[in-house]
């Protein structure tokens, strides 16, 4: 299961031609959202300027994709992701380490424009699209 960061979904909400490129990727792939991009998804439209038209493109896109929750076990691996990076004084944005322990409940691979952030997650599984 390859699941889908936020940066990958907002140029496909936005129309924009890098969330075409990004479409054509997974095509043909088993791809998911987690319920964290969801929710910045969701905060995004709410502060938005076009709040009403903005929360229904993003109601129509999520439910595109099957949404992982944030659960118990996710939580755990979560919290044991944000402690090692800041024992060796790293900062992880904690809905960032959210959805890295979700991908990693489900054994998937993070499909991100982010990856220098997410590489420093042990067992993180990066999705790197062939050329």
């Known amino acids: 299961m390859i699941f889908l960061d936020t940066n990958i ?27 964290i991009n969801a929710f910045e998804l969701f905060f995004g439209a709410q502060i938005s300027r076009e709040r009403s038209k903005n929360l229904q493109a993003v109601q129509r896109l999520v439910q595109f994709f099957p949404a992982y929750p944030f659960s118990l076990k996710a939580s755990f691996i979560a919290s044991k992701i944000h402690q090692k990076l800041r024992d060796k004084g790293e900062n992880i944005d904690l809905n960032d380490a959210y959805i890295a322990g979700i ?20 067992g993180l599984k990066l999705f790197i699209p062939p050329l």
């Open 9 to 35: 979904l907002v140029p496909i909400l936005r129309e924009k031609p890098e969330g075409n490129h990004y479409l054509e990727v997974i095509k043909n792939l088993s791809v998911a959202i987690t319920t």
């Open 103 to 122: 991908v990693l409940e489900y054994g998937g691979e993070l499909f991100t424009e982010n990856r220098d952030h997410f590489k420093r997650v042990q």
